[in-house]
């Protein structure tokens, strides 16, 4: 027979568990909300010095450090600010301070591979001219990350 102290115990616990897992639930959802406002925060994604830099960079095209150092200051200036930006991206990706569905959803992953693209062997030319082997290394983990994520992408004519 059923007795009314059980039937409390079996309510009390459905509470408890209930409550677990609205509990979890607030906290994930938490989480979630606060990733999206630090990126916002911190890179602002869609402002205009970023928006500008991407306008002035990407039709551009150099294959050897003669033709980089052609392009006019404020070109040379834009394409620092971006690599920093996606170096920036990348140490938060490789230190999974950033979700990268997340991530993906706001940076457009043609960008972040044709820059790579772009600044590779400038990369990686000054990395041994410099004795840097870390220089701009979470821009590559985020270009390679990004490349695992979309392997047909085409960044070839991209801006």
Do not use: C
């Not at 007795?3 to 568990?17: A, N, P, Q, R």
């Not at 409550?19 to 994930?28: D, H, K, V």
């Not at 294959?63 to 070109?75: A, C, G, I, W």
């Amino acid at each position: 027979m059923v007795t009314v102290e059980t039937i409390s115990i079996v309510f009390t616990g459905l509470s408890i568990s209930l409550a677990a897992f609205y509990y979890i639930s607030t906290l994930r959802n938490a989480e979630k909300t606060r990733q999206r406002e630090q990126i916002y925060l911190r890179f602002q994604s869609f402002d205009m010095p970023y928006m500008r830099a991407l306008a002035d960079v990407m039709p551009k095209d150099w294959t050897n450090l003669e033709e980089y150092t052609s392009l006019d200051p404020e070109t040379r200036a834009n394409h620092s600010f971006l690599l920093t930006r996606y170096q920036n991206i990348g140490l938060m990706l490789k230190e999974k301070m950033m979700d990268p569905d997340l991530l993906f959803q706001i940076f457009n992953p043609q960008f972040i591979m044709r820059l790579w693209e772009k600044s590779e062997n400038g990369i990686k030319g000054n990395r041994e001219t410099n004795n840097y082997p870390t220089y701009m290394d979470a821009f590559e983990y985020l270009y390679n990350e990004t490349k695992k994520r979309y392997p047909d992408i085409i960044t070839r004519g991209v801006m």
